[in-house]
């Protein structure tokens, strides 16, 4: 079976500045005669509080022949509850009218894909207990099939067993809730977005990879982390065994946010500029 992944596309019919990527990424991905698409999350630039971020991104989805299935990146639903757009119940509620749901579990060939909402990781309520249910029962109902997960968020960012790494990673607590029920199944692949970085490696029996975003790669902005800065996609072959490729899409523009945080993110760029200052 072969799956493309795309992520972090941050698209918006206001903020316009990577949108121009869509079509060389569209060209690709119908060159490539795969079975599904999954996307990642951060479809939008503030879908979090822009319904026609949300609508204007999801008909662009529709001009793909290949099904495709979504889960939301923080850009769509809202992040942690300190920061200026927690995730909530409306913007919850908007991501699920407008999207069709916020996670999934499809069946083929042999295989479970299952798609979390990787941003109510963290909230420690009912609607994160509700999904660590639903994820319990998707892998305890798999029937024999392998797994493949699905998310906005990684894993990890340095090392499987790190501290708390903020706004980037999983925290510790759910993340050990997750490889608890990993270390009793058999999950073959995690597949995340968000870092705006390239990386595949391990995790014990679990191919780890993160997917280049679509839209834009960061400069000094933000730390070093592992992998490489491309645009692109990735494409998963499941077998018997899970071969992964990293692909940089030709004709796709590698934007920089640094060059343009100020008119994408403008609540972002004081806190993104003082912490490259401080760096220096």
Do not use: C
């Not at 060389?24 to 079975?35: G, K, M």
């Not at 523009?253 to 500029?273: G, L, N, Q, W």
């Amino acid at each position: 079976m072969k799956i493309i992944q795309i992520t972090d596309t941050h698209f918006s019919p206001e903020k316009t500045h990577f949108n121009g990527n869509w079509a060389p990424l569209l060209s690709w991905i119908e060159d490539q005669e795969a079975d599904l698409i999954v996307h990642t999350g951060d479809l939008t630039v503030d879908g979090a509080d822009k319904a026609d971020d949300i609508s204007f991104s999801m008909d662009l989805m529709r001009q793909v022949s290949t099904p495709m299935l979504i889960v939301p990146g923080n850009h769509d639903v809202g992040h942690f509850s300190h920061m200026s757009q927690p995730v909530n119940t409306e913007r919850l509620a908007r991501w699920r009218s407008l999207a069709g749901g916020d996670r999934f579990v499809e069946d083929a060939n042999g295989w479970r894909l299952v798609g979390l909402n990787a941003l109510l990781f963290g909230r420690e309520d009912e609607e994160e207990e509700a999904q660590f249910e639903w994820l319990r029962t998707a892998f305890e109902e798999r029937d024999g099939r392998r797994l493949a997960l699905f998310a906005h968020k990684p894993l990890f960012v340095d090392e499987p067993h790190e501290g708390d790494t903020g706004y980037w990673g999983l925290r510790p607590k759910q993340r050990q809730r997750v490889y608890d029920l990993m270390a009793a199944h058999d999950v073959a692949l995690y597949a995340s977005g968000h870092l705006h970085w390239a990386w595949k490696g391990r995790f014990e029996n679990t191919s780890v990879v993160w997917g280049p975003s679509a839209a834009f790669v960061i400069d000094t902005l933000e730390r070093e982390m592992p992998g490489e800065r491309l645009i692109g996609a990735v494409l998963h072959h499941l077998g018997d065994e899970v071969r992964s490729e990293i692909v940089a899409v030709p004709g796709m523009t590698a934007h920089v946010i640094d060059d343009v945080i100020h008119e994408v993110y403008p609540a972002s760029a004081p806190k993104a500029r003082a912490a490259q200052e401080e760096a220096e």
